[in-house]
């Protein structure tokens, strides 16, 4: 079965790329800069920034259901990202490198199924959580963290 992964769309972040850090702070967001890789991964594009860019850290309602697994957390989205990621059974290094949260909803956004998976194992881990016909979608998380990492649905045709 094949599968579909998918950053955040960049449009709700824009109008933050260079404002000032008093302006940031005023709407909740704080403006950091890398210094290491790993360390600081995107939302959008699904890949770590590298030392010396800058990132927007806020926080991002994840799970927006009227439930009670409805949740935010802190994100960070690379400054000037607009190109969210797109890929069909491709999994991106950012989500390779680290142990992974595949959290499993039906459709009505109840959790139905969890499991951990890491670099290798990742692949099986979605493919046997959306083998289940209850699963209308994953959200992956990084499970350290626990923080937000991008979408998870079977590709069309799958």
Known sequence: MSY???GLPA???V???GLSDAALAARGVTRVIADQKPGFPDRIELCDAEPGRSLLLLNYTH???GNAYHA???IFVREGAETSYDRVDEIPL???ERTMSL???NAEDLMIEAELGAGQDLESVIQRLLADADVAYIQAHYAKP???AARITRAEGS
């Open 72 to 74: 935010s957390h802190a």
């Open 4 to 6: 579909r992964i998918t």
């Open 94 to 96: 950012v989500m390779r």
């Open 63 to 65: 799970q927006p259901a």
């Open 15 to 17: 109008s933050l790329y």
């Open 146 to 148: 626990g923080c937000y």
């Open 103 to 105: 959290r499993a909803f």
């Open 11 to 13: 449009e709700p972040f």
